[in-house]
């Protein structure tokens, strides 16, 4: 590659957004300094924040992530500083078992035998000895596919946002209950805010990583003495009781749970932080195959490799037609779980629009040029040059390498405690 090659590229990749596999415009372009018309063509960034679809979008993605995460925690972007003296606690809630799936639990095993049959009526064997390695393609899948529940989990994750909503509502309940006043009068004093996390296990359920801090609205909510032990006891309290019916079912929240207050140090925030972020840009599975919506049935079977995910994708389109409301069938390839990855209370930190126009005002400082304006089409997607699609890779890497990916290791290790919670005990 030469010199002239090497700025045209570069110009390109840059003009793109940076993006991976950038959008293709086509149409025509009027330039509102001058009249006059063109036809155009050019490429904008995805900004798919999906890693299968996009590896550079997302992990600008997962940078934004990483930044409302422990801007909550410890202020900065807009955010008061004193967040990061305020009661803060992490919670992990679960889905309840559909049957027995090959997993990893925290001490390295698969699913224990018990004392019974060892073999299910369809003749599958209800435990699995085998120590799995992290990338074994078994782990998720179902010991017997005919005993698993797929209907009741695809309606599991179809419910999974209402249930966190009430279970807010309950924690704030239970806390102003705690200091004995109604919810009115503590929450003129203290609100509860949260940032909350959809992660997708690799059985095809959702579970939700979230973090929850305490705010003074005035001073004197000392008088309550609220800390992070009362944010878990509320917490604790709230999973356990909140059930509510629908169709006939019940929907609560699985056995396991795990509540642990934040220390107010800049590690604990950057290892939460880190831990969360890591989640955004996952799809069902990991793969292009659940990147997106399936147009039909056969498409789901073309597409999806993976047995269980593939079961779980096909129960959702066909339950699409008994529950219209549920709009399963646009849900599919997210298994039935029709909420955002990464929900908060809007005052709990900065925000995803506010760091993306501060990115745009940016780069808009940069350029020069008169203003356009036109009608265009997709053309379809990626560069002209294969080099540029690597180029934008390096320079993604090399921002995202710059924040969270640094400290990815640590956090890591640091919560491996919550490994076991990956699934179903
Ligand atoms: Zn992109
Ligand atoms: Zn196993
Ligand atoms: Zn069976």
Redesign the pocket.
Known sequence: MNGDDRQRLLREVEAAGQCSHPIRLRGEAVNLATGEVEPTAFKVACKDRREAVCPACSRRYATDAWIIAATGLNGGKGVDESVAGRPKSFVTLTAPSFGA???ITSRGG??QRRPGSARCSHGQLSW???I?AEN?P??GQA?CADCFDFVGAVLWNAHASRLWTLTVQQARRNLASDVGVRREVLHRVVRMHYLKVAEMQRRGLVHFHALIRLDEVETGADVFDLDELAINAAWRRAVKAVAFEDAGTTFRWGTVLNVQGLGAGEQDARMVSTYLAKYVTKTSGDALELARRFDSRRDITLRVDNPHLRRMALCAWDLADDLAPLKLRGHAHTLGFAGQLLTKSRAFSTSFGALRQARIDFNASRRSGDPLEGSFHYDGRGYDDPRASELADTFSRLEAGLTAERVARDSERRLDGQKGLDHDE
Do not use: Q, S
Request: charge should be neutral.
């Open positions: 799936t090959h997993r698969c699913v699995c000895g085998v799995h074994d078994l782990l010991l």
